[in-house]
T-cell receptor
Framework: DGGITQSPKYLFRKEGQNVTLSCEQN?????MYWYRQDPGQGLRLIYY???????QKGDIAEGYSVSREKKESFPLTVTSAQKNPTAFYLC???????????FGSGTRLTVV | GEDVEQSLFLSVREGDSSVINCTYT??????LYWYKQEPGAGLQLLTY?????DMKQDQRLTVLLNKKDKHLSLRIADTQTGDSAIYFC??????????FGTGTRLKVLA
């Protein structure tokens, strides 16, 4: 079955560490996205990529980095520069801009 | 910037209809979407409506769009306990970036 897989489901980070969240899709979608979800704030766009080897900053890109070396993969690194990283992170993909996103099941990141 | 607004909570009795409302500001929005999120999970696309439509029905779901007032609603008929979730409205204007609302938490009482 085609889908989008995020791993790990839960991640704990110590202060000052970088961590990388994985996102893989086998839907042959060109576009991929990373969103952050905080309670009562909806979804906020971190980065998106419309094509391999290209990506754009979203609304809250500071403290995050991404790469898009393969069509199937769009990993997100949460760097030590991100001051408040505890959140639920959602990866999504889409075949084009009109037919909606397919979301992964999310990664819950907690700073300890 | 562009915005999508929703009320935060809705509570209904099992078997009743639920109506979740959404307003958006971008008049150039071409597609509007409803997503469902169950606890600890990602978002699932429920339905979408193109901006030149007034209504779309899909089994228990009815979407109404008032483009003049930039108002979108999702009606769930015969609401069941399995419908308890957070429902997100999203607007797209032909770009790859969607604007999501804050989500409406629907609680279905048995």
């Amino acid at each position: 079955d085609g889908g989008i897989t995020q791993s790990p489901k839960y991640l704990f980070r110590k202060e000052g560490q970088n961590v990388t969240l994985s996102c893989e899709q086998n839907l042959n979608h060109d576009a991929m996205y990373w969103y952050r979800q905080d309670p009562g704030q909806g979804l906020r766009l971190i980065y998106y990529s419309q094509i391999v080897n290209d990506f754009q900053k979203g609304d809250i890109a500071e403290g995050y980095s991404v790469s898009r070396e393969k069509k199937e993969s769009f990993p997100l690194t949460v760097t030590s520069a991100q001051k408040n990283p505890t959140a639920f992170y959602l990866c999504a993909s889409s075949i084009d801009s009109n037919y909606g996103y397919t979301f992964g099941s999310g990664t819950r990141l907690t700073v300890v | 910037g562009e915005d999508v607004e929703q009320s935060l909570f809705l509570s209904v009795r099992e078997g009743d209809s639920s109506v979740i409302n959404c307003t958006y500001t971008d008049s150039s929005s071409t597609y509007l979407y409803w997503y469902k999120q169950e606890p600890g999970a990602g978002l699932q696309l429920l339905t979408y409506i193109f901006s030149n439509m007034d209504m779309k029905q899909d089994q228990r779901l009815t979407v109404l769009l008032n483009k003049k007032d930039k108002h979108l609603s999702l009606r769930i008929a015969d609401t069941q306990t399995g419908d308890s979730a957070i429902y997100f409205c999203a607007a797209a204007s032909g770009t790859y970036k969607y604007i999501f609302g804050t989500g409406t938490r629907l609680k279905v009482l048995a």
